[in-house]
């Protein structure tokens, strides 16, 4: 069975630019999260979807983040226009359950 | 505030040494707990969790950790560390799935 995959590993674009970086859960997960990790700092939590709708987008930075999960299946976070400070590794989770969360191995975005 | 600390950012011990890895939290009542570990290129992996009972757990790849009420403390331990157990390792303690709080992370090198 393939885990969480994510796409790209790296992304290294310019300020003001638009990236986006896509989550592929798990087959059968309806659970799926985003989180970040800026530099050296702890896993933060961004949101999550249950199958299609957003659960709780608590912890998007700001508006231009922006998160769909097209037919339940995979996800994408959009961020537009990038800033500096989020660059950071992003992570892609899903599960069946709330708890046992099967994370994927990042994108790392940098912004220059 | 609800935080997490993992006091060491980096760890060095020999191949066949004991390990303890230390997490110590804040948190308005007794949350759920756990161990992730990432290891290069990899996403994150459950080690182990504690949601009730016993308080000594057992987990994968022959970790356990203690959940000590008292302390506000679930340090990771294994008693003879291989060389494949280099990688980084993320305590995370929550309620609720989306209120989940990492640790900055601790960052194991092995020695051979």
């Known amino acids: 069975e393939a885990g969480v995959t994510q796409f790209p590993s790296h992304s290294v674009i310019e300020k003001g630019q638009t990236v986006t970086l896509r989550c592929d859960p798990i087959?059968?997960?309806?659970?799926l999260y985003w989180y970040r990790r800026v530099m050296g700092k702890e896993i933060k939590f961004l949101l999550h979807f249950v199958k299609e709708s957003k659960q709780d987008e608590s912890g998007m930075p700001n508006n231009r983040f922006l998160a769909e999960r097209t037919g339940g299946t995979y996800s994408t976070l959009k961020v537009q226009p990038a800033e500096l400070e989020d660059s950071g590794v992003y992570f892609c989770a899903s599960s069946v359950r709330g708890w046992e969360q099967f994370f994927g191995p990042g994108t790392r975005l940098t912004v220059l | 505030a609800q935080s997490v600390t993992q006091p060491d950012i980096h760890i060095t011990v020999s191949e066949g040494a004991s390990l303890e890895l230390r997490c110590n939290y804040s948190?308005?009542?007794?949350?759920?707990l756990f161990w992730y570990v990432q290891s290069p290129g990899q996403g994150l992996q459950l080690l182990l969790k504690y949601f009730s009972g016993d308080t000594l757990v057992q987990g994968i790849k022959g970790f356990e950790a203690e959940f000590k009420r008292s302390q506000s403390s679930f340090n990771l331990r294994k008693p003879s560390v291989h060389w494949s157990d280099a990688a980084e390792y993320f305590c995370a303690v929550g309620a609720r799935v989306n209120d989940m709080r990492f640790g900055a992370g601790t960052r194991l090198t092995v020695k051979p």
């Open positions: 948190y308005g009542a007794t949350p759920y």
């Open positions: 087959s059968g997960h309806d659970n």
